[in-house]
């Protein structure tokens, strides 16, 4: 399945040493680079799409305040 999200071969690769990084340091457990891509792809599908979304919508929150700020300036 192709992403929704248009990331590049080195972010995907630098997000998935984050994560082995993470397992290291926080669980002391050592994961190879698939298991890293794999949880990374996972991140990518099924999480980035509900920050995604709630950037979408404090986007828009902040569009309309700002229409509400011009239109309250017209005379």
């Known amino acids: 399945m192709k992403s ?6 080195e972010t995907k690769e630098n997000m998935a040493e984050t994560i082995m990084e993470y397992f290291a340091t926080e669980r002391g457990e050592d994961i190879g680079n698939l298991a890293a891509m794999l949880m990374t792809d996972f991140i990518i599908e099924e ?6 979304n709630l950037g979408v919508e404090e986007s828009k929150s ?10 309250g300036i017209m005379k």
């Open 4 to 9: 929704k999200f248009d990331i590049s071969k």
């Open 47 to 52: 999480i980035g799409p509900i920050f995604y």
């Open 62 to 71: 902040y569009i309309e305040e700002k229409l509400d700020d011009m239109y």
